[in-house]
């Protein structure tokens, strides 16, 4: 999720999701280290509760790290344990690292003994020609044996060698059934189920047989307006549940404060460009964000026009995907 889960797009669905934990694209040590601490690290207090999520391979650089979060008041720091790009491989950190579970465990030691909030770790079921049920469960182990009690598994391997980023996401097989045995088997420990999610009511049926939680992420990027029924569907069934409309009410102020602070419309506006998707007048939604979102000194009028057209798209009743010819200028 690098580049995606920025911090406007955490306040955008913080707005869908009072309940939801968030977490932050996936940052380097090194980056933090030795790079513009705030510009990574800031974020706006309506995100709590938020996990920093980062990538690294050296306890003591990770340890670091994790003090430095910790003092910005993040609720929790999450090692990457699962990202297959060539640019994380390079680096040793993120999915390669399934390899080397001692290193992992020592890092997640390090980042135990350093601060109060909690570590956790984000990883695969295996890489490559590992055996899926030795490698997820040497890893969790020796991890848990460092003081970890979180894990998110994305339930699929991820092979380094032959397929890209964008492949490692469909084409390995998941095993949703090798992720629920880990929670029967370590009934001690916190299993949070990732891959291949495309809603909240998919996410049901395994929480149903005992997992403990699921993570959403490029489902959730795409049509964030499904993040709208968490609240009812997963935590308060007295909940009401969000509509893209009232999301957008809600994050307009957040939209104004950071156009005042010199941030440009688009750099929001780019995460919500799905927020009406299979809804009625979503096309020129869409088509007024990118067209004029992008233009110098574009502002929440912009924000207003679309969703002034979008309402008029279901007050007509206009079938979805339904020509819009006009709608960039209506």
Not at 68 to 84: H, K, M, Q, T, W
């Amino acid at each position: 999720m690098m580049d995606w889960t920025d911090r406007h797009c955490r306040a955008l669905h913080r707005v869908l999701s009072r309940k939801a934990r968030l977490y932050t694209e996936m940052v380097t040590t090194g980056a933090v280290l030795h790079g513009e601490v705030a510009r990574l690290l800031a974020f706006d207090p309506v995100e709590h509760p938020v996990a920093l999520q980062i990538g690294g391979s050296e306890p003591a650089e990770t340890a670091a790290v994790a003090r430095i979060a910790e003092d910005f008041g993040y609720d929790e720091i999450n090692l990457n344990v699962g990202c297959p790009s060539d640019r994380v491989q390079s680096g040793r950190f993120g999915a390669c690292l399934m390899r080397e579970p001692e290193r992992v465990a020592e890092c997640m030691a390090a980042m135990g003994h350093a601060v109060r909030i909690p570590v956790t770790v984000k990883c695969r079921i295996g890489v490559d020609e590992q055996d899926p049920e030795e490698s997820l469960f040497r890893l969790v182990d020796m991890c848990a044996g460092a003081g970890v009690n979180v894990f998110v598994v994305h339930a699929r391997k991820a092979w380094l060698q032959g397929l890209s980023p964008k492949q490692n996401r469909d084409v390995p097989p998941l095993d949703y059934a090798l992720v629920h045995r880990l929670k029967v088997e370590r009934p001690n420990l916190t299993v949070v189920l990732n891959g291949g999610l495309a809603s909240v009511h998919e996410s049901l049926p395994h929480l149903a047989q005992g997992l403990d939680g699921v993570m959403l992420g490029r489902a959730a990027y795409h049509e964030p307006a499904i993040l709208g029924q968490v609240d009812r569907l997963l935590f308060d069934a007295q909940a009401e549940d969000v509509t893209p409309e009232a999301a957008v009410l809600a994050y307009r102020p957040y939209v104004v404060e950071q156009l005042a602070k010199g941030v440009g419309f688009y750099a929001m506006a780019r995460h919500m460009l799905g927020l009406f998707h299979g809804r009625p007048g979503a096309r020129a939604w869409r088509r007024i964000l990118t067209e004029e979102g992008v233009r110098p000194g574009a502002g929440a009028e912009v924000l207003d026009k679309a969703l002034a057209r979008v309402s008029t798209a279901m007050a007509a009743g206009e079938p979805v995907g339904a020509s819009q010819l006009g709608a960039a200028t209506f």
